[in-house]
């Protein structure tokens, strides 16, 4: 047996001892180790979203806390690949892996903005006036200006003075949804923005 010290021997066997009894609680340091990251994401809320980036439209999964209750905020403090998702199986390039930033940004739009005709301001306004200011005018503009027959008597059902451009976010089914209405309304001018 080597020589060793009583110092050393109380050392030695107090820290195996305390070992083996935190083992035995369930503390061992291997499961520890390998629990790190199902701590990080318990008791999180899950919401699966599109990367808003660019056209290959990655599946995301945010993860949030807050429960809802009175003064408990729903923030997102996570965000990852959805490994269910067909178009990305989990992974995401550089710019879709720091969307936590993104969100948090505070520069980050999160109302409409209006800015008057002749103004140098915008002013943020809710969604429901937005939409139907946006109704209101579309519906304007269309009157005023559908063409249904050409002086040669050709019918063209086409509306020319109002485009669309749509968002790169949106997913094949969403991007030929917004595709059908736009041209049932007669607008050519249609583009997708899938180039940022
Ligand atoms: S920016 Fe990256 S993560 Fe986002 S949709 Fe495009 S390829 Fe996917």
């Known amino acids: 047996m080597a020589d060793i010290s009583r110092r050393q021997f109380l050392a030695v066997t107090g820290t195996s001892l305390a070992g083996s009894s935190l083992a035995l609680l369930g503390f061992a340091p291997s499961a520890a180790l390998a629990e790190v990251r199902q701590f990080k994401l318990a008791s999180a809320t899950e919401t699966r979203n599109t990367c808003p980036y660019c056209a290959v439209a990655c599946g995301i999964v945010m993860y949030s806390l807050g429960d809802g209750a009175k003064n408990a905020k729903a923030s997102i403090f996570h965000i990852e690949g959805d490994p269910d998702h067909p178009v990305n199986r989990g992974t995401l390039c550089p710019k879709g892996a720091g969307l936590l930033d993104f969100v948090h940004s505070p520069s980050r739009l999160v109302h409409p903005q209006y800015r008057a005709a002749g103004s140098a301001e915008w002013q943020p306004i809710a969604w429901d006036e937005a939409l139907d200011r946006i109704a209101k005018l579309m519906k304007q503009d269309r009157d005023a200006n559908f063409?249904?027959?050409?002086?040669?008597?050709?019918?063209?059902?086409?509306?020319?003075?109002t485009g669309m451009l749509a968002a790169s976010a949106s997913s094949n089914e969403v991007g030929y949804l917004t595709h059908k209405v736009i041209r049932s309304l007669g607008i050519l001018s249609f583009d997708n923005q899938a180039r940022v």
Do not use: F, G, Q, S
């Not at 063409?147 to 003075?161: F, G, H, I, Q, Y």
């Open 147 to 161: 063409v249904a027959k050409t002086p040669e008597d050709l019918t063209v059902n086409r509306w020319l003075t």
